[in-house]
């Protein structure tokens, strides 16, 4: 036997023990994830966050040990000491990397148990999230959860490790800061010291991070926690982590590649996946006109067309009328729907109503036969240039719209992305990346009825369209991108303005006057007086990276202990009521409505 341990030391983890292993003495321990009672032995997998392991218990060797054995229930922490055996012939589980070898237990220590669970831990499926959420402590127990812990980890070694060898410093920036408008609403902290005033919690470091080049840092990035107060989604949490990265003397390419290569260092140390760069690139523009929207999923290479000039004066009146008006007719080929049925067709049509489209008119080929209204107004050679011109095969479904063209081709986006799932439609890539660039600088915001940054406040825009600033500000493109990746917004960065007197042009447009401007940002222009270098640089949501490397649609899934899409943390129950002592010192009242 080994030298006396704590009978809570083990020698080895759950899941590495190997055939090599046979006739060592060892001691496991971990969680009960199964027991069997089998042919008058007793079998118990062993768990722990490295894996399984098969331990036996044996009247004929110790009758006592067995009867211990036999109380020992589902997620009971357990001690076990034992000899290494290789598992009958017949019996290798292959799809174990301990299958080949079992433990004949020697010795049994009962550490804890455990009472009657609120969910099957061996159940992935179905399983209420509110639930796991609430026992986000038995949930990461789970393989499927601590898998996901540990791509989460590979993947914040392999950043950390990339930006080092590439002269990095990784710099912490403070949680608690002034109120900066950045798009969402701030969570709030109350100073106890200074009554009446508040810290706000960061929706990012941007502008601490443009300090640091102003610093001198050069190259700066970190993985930084961030806060914002908005309403929540499947890849929205209250709090969440992004790589947050900025350099001096760089222009938008220097960016670009560093990422490239950070993304591809990433997914080979921690999926073993090798990316294929450059990424391509498409501008904000053509983004829009192909795809509808500037985040497109480049697995599925359906676009969206424009025939407003194969269909014009056809007699077909809807499409001649938009045309004659100005308005344009486009469509998207759905490849392998042309057999589809008239309910199928009507659910589309249904759909393209509810995405804001007039109208959604089909042609379906079935076995390269046509079968659409289109047949009755278009011949033969017009109807085959169409489909030319589509990339219809034999057994597709084209849909087309009619109206302006923005409009119809962001409904088209939409109506897109449904077909891909209602039809199931196959992957070209499991990951596709994309550059989206030259986005506008400002955008119109209809309900404020005020121009507003399209990104944030601290963007440059294009050297070429600086002349346009004072005339048409909406025309103006901005020296930002985003990297997309399987039709998710990962990141968006962009060359940040560096002198004092463009940034205060920046704030006029959007309606801030100097004294506001002032007020708000007036630490960040004073630096700007102090030369300032000029800088860029990119924020990547790293909950949405690892998510969608490890296949998850939610980012709650790669969150230790996220909220619900309530912003509650059922685990806990924060948010919760202060104590009126708390809010003594703090100097505060609550003013909010009685329940009913």
Known sequence: ??????????????????????????????????????????????????????????????????????????????????????????????????????????????????????????????????????????DLRRQPMAERMLLRHKTARAVREYFDANNFLEIETPTLMSSTPEGARDYLVPSRVHPGKVYALPQSPQLFKQLLMVGGMDRYFQLARCYRDEDLRADRQPEFTQIDVEMSFIERDDIINMIEGMLKYTFDKALGVSLQTPFPRMTWH??????????????????????????????????????????????????????????????IITKGKEFGLAGVVTLAFNQGQPKSPLTKFLSPERLNSLRELMKAGDDDLVLFAAGEQSAISVALGKLRLFLVQRFQLPKTSEFAFLWVIDFPLFSFNEEEKRIEAEHHAFTSPLPQDQHLMDTEPLKVRSNAYD???????????????????????????????????????????????????????????????TAIMSGQESIREIIAFPKNHQALCPMTGAPVTPAPEQLKILKLKLDVPEEK
């Not at 969206?304 to 269909?311: P, R």
């Open 1 to 138: 036997m080994m030298n006396a341990l704590p009978e809570y030391r083990r020698t080895h983890t759950c899941g590495e023990l190997k055939g090599v292993d046979r006739g060592r003495c060892v001691r496991l321990a971990g969680w009960v994830n199964k027991r069997r009672d089998l042919g008058g032995l007793i079998f118990v997998d062993i768990r722990d966050r490295y894996g399984l392991t098969q331990v036996f218990f044996d009247p004929a060797k110790n009758e006592t040990l067995f009867k211990l054995a036999e109380d020992l229930k589902q997620e009971y922490v357990i001690s076990v000491e034992g000899i290494v055996s290789l598992r009958p012939e017949g019996m290798i589980n292959a799809s174990m990397p301990t299958g080949e070898i079992e433990i004949l237990a020697e010795k049994l220590d009962i550490l804890n148990d455990a009472c009657v669970l609120p969910f099957n831990m061996g159940e992935h499926q179905n399983l209420d999230e509110n639930l796991r959420m609430k026992y986000r402590y038995l």
């Open 286 to 347: 053509e983004a829009m006109d192909l795809y509808g929207i500037d985040k497109p999923d480049l697995r599925y290479p359906m676009i969206i067309t424009d025939v407003s000039d194969n269909v014009k004066d056809s007699g077909f009146q809807v499409f001649d009328s938009t045309l004659a008006s100005g308005g344009r007719v486009r469509g998207i080929t759905v490849p392998g729907a042309g057999a589809i049925s008239r309910k199928e067709g009507d659910e």
């Open 483 to 545: 990297i997309v990746l399987n039709g998710v917004e990962l990141g968006s960065g962009s060359i940040r303005i560096h002198d004092r007197t463009m940034q205060e042009k920046i704030f006029k447009v959007m309606g801030l006057s100097s004294e506001q401007a002032f007020e708000k940002f007036g630490f960040l222009l004073k630096a700007f007086e102090y030369g300032a270098p000029p800088h860029g640089g990119i924020a990547l949501g790293f909950d949405r990276l």
